[in-house]
C-alpha cells in the first residue's frame, strides 16, 4: 500500500504545464510523510553539488548548486515552523533563508522554495521582501486560483472533528536574480490536487506549487 501512494506522488510531481525548448519548471511539494518538502528540477539541470544547513530553530536548507543551460543555480529548499504561536521563529527563520539568498554569488540565480507555513503580515513584519528577492506567484500575476497551497476548504487529508475553512498561502517560491538576469518566472500553478486512486486521499494536506521559467 505505502509503494503504490509513493508511486502515486511521483506521478503527480511530475505531470508538466506545456513549456518550450530552453525553459526550466521547478517543482514544489508537501510529503505529508515526510517533515520536509521537495524541490524538484528538469532533467537537463545538471546538479553539482548539494549540501545541508540546520540550526536549533529546526529549520533545514537544503542547498544544491547547479547549471541549466550553462548558466549558474543554486537551488534552495526548506522547511520553516509550522503553527500560528510559533510566527515570531518564522519570521527569524524567513530572514535567515533571504540572507542565504543575498550572499550567493551575484551571477548565480537563486532560487528559494518549500512548506513556509508563511502568512503574509509575516513577510510585511520583517518589512517585505528584501531588495533584489521576488514572490514567483506574484511575479506570475497573482492568480487567485493558483494561491492557496494549504486550502481546507477543498482539501479534506486533516479531519480536525469539526467544518474548517482555513486557506492559507503555506508554500512558496521566490527568486533571487542573477546579474544580468538569466530566468525569468512565467507560469505559476498548483499540482497534486487529484485524489490517490488506491486511498483516495490526495497526496499532501498541501497542494504542491509548479513555477515555469524562461530563459532570457
Known sequence: MEADKDTDIIEVMQRKPEQQAGDIVVYEVHDSDSEFSDVLDESSVLVADSSAVGDDTSILEIVDSATFNNKDLVLLNTHLESMGYSSEVRQMQLRRCFRQ????????????????????????????????????????????????????????????????????????????????????????????????????????????????????
Not at 507555513?117 to 514567483?136: C, F, K, M, T, Y
Not at 487529508?157 to 512558496?172: Q, S, Y
Not at 486511498?199 to 515555469?212: I, L, R, Y
Open 101 to 216: 539568498c543575498r550572499k550567493e554569488p551575484p551571477g548565480k540565480t537563486v532560487i528559494l522554495g518549500g512548506d513556509m507555513n508563511l502568512r503574509d503580515h509575516e513577510v510585511d513584519s520583517i518589512g517585505g521582501l528584501p531588495d533584489g528577492i521576488q514572490d514567483a506567484w506574484t511575479a506570475c500575476g497573482s492568480d487567485p486560483g493558483s494561491c492557496y497551497t494549504w486550502d481546507m476548504m477543498c482539501n479534506d487529508n486533516l479531519d480536525f472533528g469539526k467544518k474548517v475553512t482555513a486557506r492559507l498561502r503555506f508554500d512558496r517560491v521566490y527568486v533571487r536574480h542573477s546579474e544580468p538576469a538569466h530566468l525569468m518566472p512565467v507560469f505559476f500553478k498548483l499540482i497534486g490536487q487529484k485524489r490517490l486512486e488506491t486511498e483516495q486521499c490526495f497526496p499532501s494536506d498541501h497542494w504542491g506549487v509548479a513555477v515555469q521559467f524562461k530563459c532570457l
